[in-house]
């Protein structure tokens, strides 16, 4: 199976800032990358597609880019209610992999 | 709007079976693929099981074949996952997923999840 690995366990930030989240692939996945976001208590929102592209009604402060096996979600101009885990997973193959999560501290 | 809305979760011992339900709404049921996705105490995602819109096919990640058995009933709107020779491994958050359209990977829309707890 394809492993997504999320190095950073946490991240911290300040309101307004940016900040890159960044997942690489045991292989080479293309462009089929997917980020969802997990607030606290809630269940994963898909926030980017095709590593690159908003889900609908996603802010434009979030951008995903990348190829093949090296994944960046960036948050531009960071603000409070983005507190939560962001996962990257891989749909390359059949068999769906997950990154194990990054929890995004605001400070 | 979408809903999806899971029971059927609980405590069960290592080697029990449960199954679990996904009661679907505000979209047409029986035009979208879902699939079934834990997580773990520790955070960490895992998908389990797809099923297509008709249920004519379906997959499932080694650590569950043989084990786990998704189905749908598209007249009731209801997902199903059955489980069975349940591992202490098994304890878990189970949420039901929408597939953003028929033949895509991605899971646009989750239920609240239902708990389960492998424990003897």
């Known amino acids: 199976d394809i492993v997504m690995t999320q190095s950073h366990k946490f991240m911290s930030t300040s309101v307004g800032d940016r900040v890159s989240i960044t997942c690489k692939a045991s292989q080479d996945v293309g462009t089929a990358v997917a980020w969802y976001q997990q607030k606290p208590g809630q269940s994963p929102k898909l926030l980017i597609y095709w590593a690159s592209t908003r889900h609908t009604g996603v802010p434009d402060r979030f951008t995903g880019s990348g190829s093949g096996t090296d994944f960046t979600l960036t948050i531009s101009n960071v603000q409070s209610e983005d507190l939560a885990d962001y996962f990257c997973q891989q749909y390359s193959s059949y068999m769906y992999t997950f990154g194990g999560g990054t929890k995004l501290e605001i400070k | 709007e979408v809903q999806l809305v899971e029971s059927g979760g609980g405590l069960v011992k290592p080697g029990g079976s449960l199954k679990l339900s996904c009661a679907a709404s505000?979209?047409?049921?029986?035009?979208?693929?879902m699939s079934w996705v834990r997580q773990t105490p520790e955070k960490r995602l895992e998908w389990v099981a797809y099923?297509?819109?008709?249920?004519?096919?379906?997959y499932y990640p080694d650590t569950v074949k043989g084990r786990f058995t998704i189905s749908r009933d598209n007249a009731k709107n209801t997902l199903y996952l059955q489980m069975s020779s349940l591992k202490s491994e098994g304890t878990a958050m189970y949420y039901c997923?929408?597939?953003?359209?028929?033949?895509?990977?991605?899971?646009?829309?989750w239920g609240q999840g239902t708990l389960v707890t492998v424990s003897a």
């Open positions: 505000g979209f047409a049921f029986s035009s979208y693929d």
């Open positions: 099923i297509s819109s008709g249920g004519g096919s379906t």
């Open positions: 997923a929408r597939h953003k359209e028929r033949g895509s990977a991605l899971f646009a829309y």
